[in-house]
């Protein structure tokens, strides 16, 4: 029948959907491998992708049950979840790749002063002290700090944010495209018949 055909569109929900689970898998592995490592101390920042992970997992689910069973009812609510989850994820890539070094140094400011855990894994990781100047009567777990040759993190981290935030933000305007695929898809594919009823039934 083609790939405008019931099979074709079927098997590329399906594929997608696969794609997606793949792809919470990956971030919940990623999460709990750095957390065992030691890589990552933050409950929030492991906990928070571990359950973006978990919620695409049980998405990408829904959708390939659906997907496979041509089941009306969970396709309509995976395709407005799809929906919903591209509009959120659109506008945070588009401001990942919109924004500027000024609004990036308020971001990371603030994020460095809501977070203990993360200051000392920012710390250890790229050695230096303090955000903007070292307080050389405070402590850090940088391996520079015994020798009082520590720099300011400020500089050190916003080389990278930059680069970071559009990669980012490049990676989540390509998946909020996918998704937008798969609406068009589970909408397409809930209005097509299945060759194998009953070729008087619509389902």
């Not at 571990?50 to 309509?76: D, E, P, R, T, Y």
């Not at 994820?89 to 460095?112: H, K, M, P, T, Y």
């Not at 609406?183 to 194998?196: A, C, E, H, I, S």
Request: hydrophobic share 45%; with cysteine; proline share 2%.
């Amino acid at each position: 029948m083609g790939c405008a055909g019931f099979t074709c569109s079927k098997h590329c929900l399906c594929a997608l959907n696969i794609l997606y689970v793949m792809v919470s898998l990956l971030m919940i592995g990623i999460a709990a491998w750095g957390k065992w490592f030691g890589l990552v101390s933050s409950f929030q920042v492991v906990g928070g992708v571990i359950g973006v992970g978990v919620f695409l997992f049980f998405v990408a689910l829904a959708g390939l049950i659906g997907a496979m069973k041509h089941h009306q009812v969970l396709l309509f609510f995976y395709m407005i979840i799809l929906f919903l989850v591209f509009i959120v994820q659109f506008s945070v890539s588009s401001a990942c790749l919109a924004i500027n070094r000024e609004q990036q140094d308020q971001l990371l400011e603030v994020g460095w002063n809501n977070s203990e855990s993360t200051r000392r894994d920012v710390e250890k990781s790229i050695n230096c002290c303090g955000f903007r100047q070292v307080d050389p009567n405070g402590s850090c777990d940088a391996a520079c700090f015994p020798n009082h040759s520590c720099q300011p993190c400020a500089d050190k981290i916003q080389e990278h944010a930059g680069k970071v935030l559009h990669f980012v933000g490049g990676i989540g305007l390509f998946f909020s495209f996918t998704e937008i695929l798969g609406v068009w898809l589970t909408y397409r594919y809930r209005n097509q018949k299945d060759p194998r009823a009953n070729p008087s039934a619509f389902l």
